[in-house]
C-alpha cells in the first residue's frame, strides 16, 4: 500500500502553468528539508528567486535581510497571518528585520482609505495584530514615519522606470498606485543602503501574482548607483478565501477569518465555509473527502503548527473516516484556541502600537 | 514734453495675450505703489493669482507664509537670484519663510543629474549662494532632509491627480517628473499643515509660464482633506539670456552671468551681451538706444537697487546720451561689486550649507 505523501510536490503539478510562465524555478526539496518550518515542509513556499544566498547565509548563521509588509488596509486576516509567520521564522534564523506597516501604500493603492490620517488609524490595527504575533518594535516600521533617507531613496527609484515600463508591468499609470509602488521599490532594497544593513541579499516573501513586480524590483536595483545585491523572494501558493470562489477579503467578513473576530461567530463561519465535499456522508465514506477542496482543512494546512497532526487529518479525511462536520469542528476548536490566545494580547499591543504610529 | 515713466504698465502690454491665456489679472497699481521693492515698483511682478490675502496681512503687519524653492540643479545665476530677492523682501514683512532647496526635484527632473548624491552636493552649492544673499538657516529647507510628515503629505497629493490631469498640464507622464512634481505641491501647500503654520495664506513667486501648475497647485488644495487657504502666486517677467535668443542656462556660461563667475571675466561677458543697438554710435546719437533690447540694461533693471539711478540710465540711454559701450560699462561696474561682496562671503556660507546639507 502506498502512503500518499500531501506534502509531495506531485501536489503543485497545477502550478506548473506559472512556473513556465513567469520563468520561476521549483523550491528545492533539499531547502524544502532543512528549513524547519512547516510553510517549507508543507510546499505552501512552492517556488523562488534568488533566494540561494540567503539558504546559505541560514546554514552558516550569516546575517541576512528579512524583508516584509502589510498594507493596513482594513482588518486583519489570516493571509496577513501568513507573513507574519514566514517573518518570524527569518528572524528566528538571525535575520536583520524589516517589517514594513505600508501605510502611504495602503492609502494611495486603496479607493477605499480617504487620507493619511485614515491609513494611520489603519496602521495602528494592523500594527498591533502584527505585535501580538511576536514582532517588536524594533523589527517594525511606520512607512509614514520613516527617515529621509528612505523617501528620498524611494524618489530616486522614480527616474529609473519609465512610465513605459510601468504600464507593461502594472497595467495602469494610476498616480497613487506609482507612488504605492516607489515605497515598495524602497522597502524592499533600501536595508542594503549605507545608512541601514550595507550590501546583504534580502528575502521577501510574496505571491505568485506578484512575480513581475518582484522582477522589475530586481530590475531596478541593478539601475541604482549603488552596490545591491538582487533581492530574493520566495513564493507561497495562494490561501483561498472561505467561500467557493474569491479570495479572503478585509471588506467581507464571510470570506475569511479575522484575528480579532468575536469567538462566538467562528463555528458559524466554519460551517458556512466551502467543503466541495460529497452529496452525502454515506458517498463521503464510501469514496473519501478531497482535502485540496476543503477550507477548513486549507486553514489547518497554512496554520496548524503540528504537521504530523495535519498529515493525520489530510489522511483520514481523504480517506473518509473523517466527516466534513468533524473536520470543521476540529478546524473552529483550533481557531477558537489560537484566536483567544492572540486576543488576549491585543489590548496591550493597541498601545503600543498606537505609540508606535504616531511617535 | 511728456517723460516716459520707464514703469508704466504700458510696456507691459506685450503680455496681454499671456494674461488672456491664463485668465490672468495685471498686478495692481495700488500694490505695486504700497509695495517697497523694485521689483515691484519696476513691473517685474506683473501678474498675480490669490495674492490679495498676503497683501492685506503685510499692511495689517499679520504674518503669512513666503515659500519659494530652487531645483539645484547647477551653477547660480542672476535668475535665481531674482527668487532669492522678492524672499528676501517678503521676509522683511514678518512672513514665516519656506524656502526650499529642491534637490530631489533636481535629480528627478533634470537627465543630467545621476544620483541623489550628485544632486546634494549641488545643493550644497546653491544653499551656499542662497546664504550668501542672506538667507539663514531657519529659513530654509532641503527636500532630501525633511519631516516625515512632508513626504509623506507629498505622497498624499498623489490622490488626488490623475494621470490624464497630469498630461494635460505637463504634456507627459514622466516618473521622475512627476515625483518632482508631487514634491514641488507639497513644497508650496505644507506650511498651512497643522505640524507647521496651518491654515495662512501664501505667496510664492514664479514666471508666467508656470500658471497652469499654479492652478493645478491651487485645484489640489481645495481636493486635499485639510483646511487650507488656495496658495497665492505672483509672476515675473521674464530676464533674457545674455544672448539674442534663449534664456539663462546653467549649463551655458555666455547665457548668464553666474554669481560665482571669476570677476575678471564680468567684462567680457557683458561686452558679448547682445545689446539689439543701432548700427553706429551716429546713429545712436540720432535715434537713441534701445533699452527694452539691451541686456546690460536688463541686467540693471533686474538687479540694480536704486529704481531712481536705473532711471536715469533708461533716459540717457533712450536719448541716446549715453552710448551701449558706457551702459556696458556702468552694468560691468556694477555687477563686479556686487559679485566681489558675493563672493568674499561664499566661502563661509559654503561650509554652513554642507553642514545643513548634510545634517
Same mark, same amino acid.
Request: charged content about 25%; aromatic content about 14%; proline content about 4%.
Given at each position: 500500500m502506498v502512503?500518499?505523501?500531501?506534502?509531495?510536490?506531485?501536489?503543485? &503539478?497545477? @502550478?506548473?502553468?506559472?512556473f513556465e510562465k513567469f520563468g520561476l524555478g521549483r523550491f528545492p526539496e533539499g531547502y524544502r528539508?532543512?528549513?524547519?518550518?512547516?510553510?517549507?515542509?508543507?510546499?505552501?513556499?512552492?517556488?523562488?528567486? +534568488?533566494?540561494?544566498?540567503?539558504y546559505e547565509r541560514i546554514l552558516s548563521k550569516k546575517p541576512f535581510i528579512n524583508m516584509t509588509g502589510i498594507a493596513s488596509s482594513g482588518k486583519f486576516h489570516l493571509g496577513h497571518k501568513l507573513d507574519v509567520d514566514i517573518f518570524n521564522f527569518f528572524a528566528s534564523k538571525g535575520a536583520k528585520n524589516y517589517f514594513s506597516i505600508a501605510d502611504i501604500d495602503a492609502y494611495a493603492s486603496r479607493p477605499n482609505i480617504n487620507s493619511i490620517k485614515e491609513a494611520k488609524e489603519l496602521a495602528v490595527n494592523t500594527l498591533s495584530h502584527v505585535l501580538a504575533l511576536g514582532l517588536t518594535k524594533k523589527?517594525? @516600521?511606520?512607512?509614514? #514615519?520613516?527617515?529621509?533617507?528612505?523617501?528620498?531613496?524611494?524618489?530616486?527609484?522614480?527616474?529609473?522606470?519609465? +512610465?513605459?515600463?510601468?504600464?507593461?508591468? @502594472?497595467?495602469?499609470?494610476?498616480?497613487?498606485?506609482?507612488?504605492? #509602488?516607489?515605497?515598495?521599490?524602497? &522597502?524592499?532594497?533600501?536595508p542594503q543602503l549605507e545608512e541601514y544593513e550595507g550590501k546583504m541579499p534580502s528575502v521577501t516573501g510574496i505571491g505568485l501574482d506578484q512575480d513581475p513586480h518582484a522582477k522589475l524590483t530586481r530590475d531596478i536595483a541593478k539601475r541604482l548607483p549603488y552596490d545591491l545585491e538582487l533581492? +530574493?523572494?520566495? @513564493?507561497?501558493?495562494?490561501?483561498?478565501g472561505l467561500k467557493e470562489t474569491g479570495k479572503m477579503s478585509s471588506s467581507d467578513p464571510d470570506t475569511s477569518i479575522f484575528l480579532d473576530d468575536d469567538l462566538g461567530?467562528?463555528?458559524?463561519?466554519?460551517?458556512?465555509?466551502?467543503?466541495?465535499g460529497r452529496a452525502s456522508l454515506k458517498e463521503h465514506r464510501?469514496? +473519501?473527502?478531497?482535502?485540496? #477542496?476543503?477550507?477548513?482543512?486549507?486553514?489547518?494546512?497554512?496554520?496548524?503548527? #503540528?504537521?504530523?497532526f495535519v498529515e493525520g487529518i489530510y489522511h483520514d479525511y481523504k480517506s473518509g473516516n473523517l466527516s466534513t462536520g468533524e473536520l470543521k469542528g476540529i478546524c473552529a476548536d483550533f481557531l477558537i484556541r489560537m484566536l483567544?490566545?492572540?486576543q488576549s494580547k491585543l489590548k496591550r499591543t493597541e498601545k503600543a502600537a498606537r505609540k508606535i504610529v504616531y511617535s
Open positions: 502512503i500518499i505523501d500531501p506534502w509531495s510536490t506531485k501536489s503543485l &503539478d497545477k @502550478y506548473e502553468h506559472a528539508k532543512n528549513l524547519d518550518h512547516y510553510l517549507f515542509k508543507r510546499g505552501i513556499v512552492i517556488a523562488h528567486r +534568488g533566494f540561494d544566498k540567503v523589527d517594525v @516600521y511606520i512607512q509614514s #514615519n520613516k527617515e529621509p533617507t528612505y523617501y528620498t531613496f524611494a524618489m530616486e527609484v522614480s527616474k529609473k522606470i519609465t +512610465g513605459n515600463m510601468f504600464k507593461a508591468v @502594472y497595467g495602469h499609470l494610476d498616480m497613487g498606485k506609482i507612488v504605492a #509602488n516607489l515605497l515598495q521599490y524602497a &522597502d524592499i532594497l533600501h533581492p +530574493g523572494f520566495i @513564493y507561497f501558493i495562494h490561501q483561498k461567530s467562528i463555528k458559524m463561519k466554519i460551517n458556512k465555509a466551502f467543503s466541495g464510501e469514496l +473519501g473527502g478531497i482535502p485540496e #477542496n476543503d477550507r477548513a482543512y486549507e486553514i489547518l494546512l497554512f496554520h496548524h503548527p #503540528n504537521t504530523k483567544k490566545l492572540h
